[in-house]
């Protein structure tokens, strides 16, 4: 079994600061890209960043200059800073990684965690 786990969500003002964190767990046997998406209310979910094992980035364009991505492969973890957080940030955020397991090692597939929330508002 392998699961994925998000934390570190809250509510926060306008310009204010969050780190989320996601931690994969399990019968692991290697860990691909890592990324986090978000769902906003009445809307489709959508790409936030990813980070590949080798650690090239990718960013929607609504977030480059004010979130992170990074990842620590010891730990099976990825984490998401979000610096100078706006109102249209405000959203269910969730953890995706691409994983082998130890029981099917040449066919990864996605996980996904549970989902954290993250409010902006004033």
């Known amino acids: 079994q392998v699961q994925v786990v998000e934390s570190g969500g809250g509510s926060v003002q306008p310009g204010g600061s969050l780190r989320l964190s996601c931690a994969a767990s399990?019968?692991?046997?290697?860990?691909?890209?890592m990324g986090w998406y978000r769902q906003a209310p009445e809307k489709q979910r959508e790409l936030v960043a990813t980070i590949t094992d080798g650690g090239s980035t990718n960013y929607a364009d609504s977030v480059k200059g004010r979130f992170t991505i990074s990842r620590d492969n010891a730990n099976n973890s990825v984490y998401l800073r979000m610096n100078s957080l706006k109102p249209e940030d405000t959203a269910v955020y969730y953890c995706?990684?691409?994983?082998?397991?130890?029981?099917?090692?040449?066919?990864?597939?996605?996980?996904w965690g549970q989902g954290t929330q993250v409010t902006v508002s004033s």
């Open positions: 995706n990684a691409q994983i082998a397991s130890m029981a099917v090692r040449v066919l990864p597939r996605i996980y």
């Open positions: 399990g019968n692991i046997f290697s860990i691909y890209t």
